[in-house]
């Protein structure tokens, strides 16, 4: 919040602005940067905790209508003591010189670890492992002069192995047999280097949809026999990856997780350090996809037991698996709302504490909560029940954290709550906006209407502009992002918003929606995006606005315009290709505007594996023939995330079905699009394509 204080100042003089359309060659926004900010009205914007080391004491800096203060809190009690300087707060830490030491100078006291040693010798301490001409080594390091003795003969260049792991018994020794690959390389001409005149090529590793991949099949050697246990790998081909996740305590064997080609099914393999046997602890399916960045797992008791996230249901939620035969003990979630993120097992009190939202039927399925629940499925707690958005610090130990709950529509309340109940030890701070409203600055709106079947709530926010006149007409811009991978909408208040701000405040109403194909609801609501990329939500969407219309009819749906970066880029376009009846302008920026063309992970991952003609009609350069309405096409040439031939792709098919469109190619910049420059280009567009559109 403190620098958004600083960056408010960069859009509002944009209240005093006469809203006319730029008639010369410079923007209509100078001065932008130079107007005095009205955000210094927002007073207590919320505690951003500064936890003491291992200790029950935190501080944290307020802004108040006095000025700045600084607070030191005892979080056993919730007692707080102000001054006036952080160099004031040290001083109520006399006694206690280690702590005030981490007041005065942050992180003096913390050190660096070092990674893992991993230089191939066993628990024991009576081998070294090590790899030679793509092969498994042994040599005993307790005998003089001893002999290497190879564990394995079939490795080669570009097929050998890697990654030794020593059991912790020290008799069994495993490793990954890497098939390896070239890996695709895209090229990025920097046109105008700092360094020197001529252009410089560069080139960077970059896989696409369909492009062959290495491939790691776990094995296993039994280092007193001298000799490699054979694994019938089979299974485990075609595969987006495998890796070793370790071996149990007692060497019983050790675990792998499998991801395979496609993302439809994951699977965890044990392997038997006896025999070498593999079976799956567990193996997730799924017709669409697996949302595997989302996985969580946690081995209790050295894998007796493994708790596990699954969308096995229809919801994401936690499964107790046995770890001896992989069979589902119990679901310790159940219900329409989906665990988020776990935060913390208690294995010895046999608690999951995590965040979870959808859990209130009556609020924003998207807010929130911290809870907790017994392995069992008993005891489920809502451990921060306020309906809002709810963000936490905690004490070292857990035993206190502070919650910082809002939305929206509702400045931050922070308080001190007891973390094992959530009993509010104590209020530390209301934020206080009233100066702000009185200056005309309006409050977003949380918004819900229902989705393309009728029966699904899609939620949202409303920007309006200050001091606005419901008796007016105003222009809708939505922002989008429609990545299958998160949802988008901020759940927090803000009273600024870097690109959304300065658009309303030019005359325009902006919303921000999560539709269908977006992540963090129910697994059908996800599955809308399953190779249907080109959807981006936007039956729900468009649904969304006229209902808000309908409500609010100083909004105009006869001039609705969309922007987004990226993969918003991609759906920006999409608007004016396959929904062009409502959306009549669209600025796209560093767009991926055909999956094939885009990084793998993130297009297999929903547009499927292996490529097939979904990913055509999803495409924006071969539906570019459809555009109708105002387009700009804005990119980097040295775009390392999306390959900037995407976007000069889509304005080959562009000219070529002969369609009027803007673009802006910049020179020597990347993905990172934000920069004063083409957002002011952004802000124009619109205001002559919408705005001051006759």
């Known amino acids: 919040m403190y620098r958004q204080l600083k960056i408010y100042k960069f859009c509002w003089m944009l209240l005093l602005l006469p809203m006319t359309a730029n008639a010369g060659n410079t923007f209509p926004f100078t001065g932008l940067d130079t107007l005095n900010t009205r955000l210094d009205k927002v007073y207590s914007p919320g505690v951003k905790p500064q936890w003491l080391g291992e200790s029950s004491l935190f501080w944290y800096r307020n802004y108040e209508k006095e000025g700045t203060f600084f607070y030191l809190v005892d979080a056993a009690d919730g007692t707080k003591r102000k001054a006036d300087t ?20 942050p992180g003096a006291t913390s050190t660096q670890r070092s990674g893992e040693q991993n230089d191939g010798i066993s628990p024991d301490g009576k081998w070294k492992a090590f790899i030679r001409n793509h092969n498994v080594y042994v040599v005993r390091t307790d005998q003089k002069d001893a002999q290497p003795t190879a564990l394995s003969l079939d490795g080669a260049p570009g097929f050998g192995y890697r990654q030794l792991h020593w059991s912790p018994d020290s008799r069994k020794l495993a490793a990954m047999k890497v098939r390896e690959v070239e890996e695709r390389r895209i090229p990025l001409l920097e046109s105008a280097p700092e360094s020197q005149l001529q252009p410089i090529l560069h080139w960077r590793n970059y896989a696409k949809p369909g492009d062959v991949l290495p491939v790691s099949l776990p ?81 209790v008791a050295d894998g007796k037991e493994i708790i596990w996230l699954s969308e096995r249901d229809g919801w994401k939620h936690l499964y107790l698996i046995d770890g001896t035969d992989g069979t589902v003990k119990n679901c310790m979630t159940k219900g329409e709302w989906v665990v988020r993120q776990v935060l913390h097992v208690d294995e010895a009190g046999r608690q999951v504490f995590f965040m979870a939202s959808g859990i209130h039927r009556k609020e924003d399925p998207y807010n929130l909560h911290y809870c907790k629940v017994n392995f069992d499925g008993t005891g489920f707690t809502d451990l921060t029940p306020e309906n809002a958005n709810h963000v936490l610090s905690f004490s070292a130990d857990r035993s206190r954290f502070v919650d910082v709950y809002s939305r929206p529509d509702m400045p931050p309340v922070s308080v001190l709550r007891n973390g094992e109940n959530g009993e509010v030890i104590t209020t530390l701070e209301r934020c206080d906006i009233s100066g702000l409203l009185a200056t005309g600055w309006v409050q977003p709106e949380v918004f819900r209407a229902k989705g393309r079947d009728g029966k699904t709530d899609i939620w949202g926010t409303i920007f309006r502009p200050a001091n606005y006149d419901p008796e007016k007409s105003y222009p809708i811009i939505e922002d989008i992002y429609a990545g299958p991978h998160d949802s988008f909408v901020n759940k927090n208040f803000s009273a600024f918003d870097y690109y959304i701000t300065p658009l309303v405040e030019l005359g325009f109403i902006v919303v921000k929606i999560d539709g269908m194909g977006t992540n963090n609801r129910s697994k059908a609501f996800h599955d809308v995006c399953w190779k249907n990329l080109r959807d981006s939500g936007y039956p729900d969407r468009i649904r969304w606005i006229k209902a808000a219309a309908k409500k609010y009819p100083y909004m105009d749906t006869t001039r609705v315009g969309v922007y987004g970066w990226s993969a918003g880029g991609q759906s920006a376009m999409a608007a004016l290709l396959f929904f062009n009846d409502f959306y009549k302008a669209a600025v796209s920026l560093c767009g991926c505007h055909d999956n094939r063309m885009d990084k793998i992970w993130w297009n297999e991952q929903w547009m499927g594996y292996p490529v097939d003609e979904s990913y055509s009609r999803s495409s924006n350069v071969d539906n570019a023939h459809l555009l109708k309405g105002d387009l700009f096409l804005i990119n980097g040439e040295l775009d390392d995330n999306v390959d900037p031939a995407s976007t000069l792709q889509v304005v080959k098919a562009l000219m070529k079905a002969d369609k009027k469109f803007e673009q802006l190619y910049l020179p020597g910049r990347n993905h990172n699009l934000g920069q004063r420059f083409e957002v002011y280009r952004m802000y124009d567009f619109f205001v002559r394509k919408l705005r001051d559109k006759k």
Do not use: C
């Not at 699977?267 to 595997?292: H, N, W």
């Open 86 to 105: 952080k160099e004031g707060l040290a001083d109520f830490l006399k006694d206690r010189p280690e702590l005030a030491r981490m007041i005065e100078s």
């Open 219 to 299: 094995a296993l050697f039994d280092v007193e026999q001298k000799k490699q246990i054979q694994l019938d790998t089979r299974p485990y081909e075609p595969q987006y990856s495998l890796f070793f996740t370790g071996w149990r305590e007692d060497s019983r064997s050790y675990t792998f997780e499998f991801n395979q080609r496609g993302h439809q099914r994951y699977v965890i393999g044990e392997v038997k350090a006896d025999d070498g046997t593999i079976r799956a602890l567990v193996d997730e399916q799924s017709p669409t996809f697996i949302d595997y960045t989302r996985n969580f797992r946690y081995d």
